[in-house]
């Protein structure tokens, strides 16, 4: 019985959480790729230093914290135009529509993600966070309707109520 009950509070949370797949990164990690990427300016060529921004451009875009998101984001933008081939520009649109998913900016990340699929579409990471945020949008709809709903029906009951009260 009680591993029923925990199955049920897991699923509510899954529900609300969104229960996408996306890994998350540690602080710890974020910093080791800042001190990558620090050290790649000091000497490594323009090649490893790119591989070093686009680790630390990962890191951030799949941290739970919100500033480091929005770092990662502002990176990617401004080295999205100095990608050279199609690969990069399918990893880096990838990257920021997964950091604009975290930041609940759906519509955005929907549109990144329709980019990635243009340049690759059998990509299965683009076709999960497809998923992820088609049913992200899907869960927002049910709870603003669930909310509409209870609002309306909290104003009809007080006007019900009153109503009774006068008669």
């Known amino acids: ?16 959480n969104g229960g996408d797949q996306l890994p998350w990164c540690s602080p710890d990690v974020i910093l080791g790729c800042e001190r990558e990427a ?6 490594a060529t323009d090649e490893g230093k790119n591989e070093s921004i686009m680790r630390l451009s990962w890191a951030l875009v799949h941290s739970k914290q919100p500033e480091d998101v929005q770092r990662g984001i502002a990176m990617l933008e ?10 990069q520009k399918r990893e880096k649109l990838y990257l920021l529509a997964v950091g604009y998913y975290r ?43 669930g ?14 109520a009153s109503l009774i009260r006068r008669n």
Not at 78 to 87: F, G, Q
Not at 147 to 160: D, E, K, M, R, Y
């Open 1 to 16: 019985m009680e591993a029923k009950i925990n199955q049920f509070f897991e699923s509510i949370i899954t529900f609300f």
């Open 38 to 43: 620090a050290d790649a300016t000091k000497g």
């Open 78 to 87: 401004v080295s999205l135009a100095n990608s050279n081939s199609p690969l």
């Open 103 to 145: 930041c609940g900016e759906y519509s955005r990340s929907r549109e990144l993600t329709g980019h990635c699929l243009e340049i690759a579409p059998d990509w299965r990471q683009a076709l999960s966070l497809k998923k992820a945020i088609e049913d992200r949008i899907t869960k927002d709809g049910v709870i603003g309707i």
């Open 147 to 160: 909310i509409t709903a209870t609002v309306i029906g909290l104003i009809a009951g007080g006007i019900a």
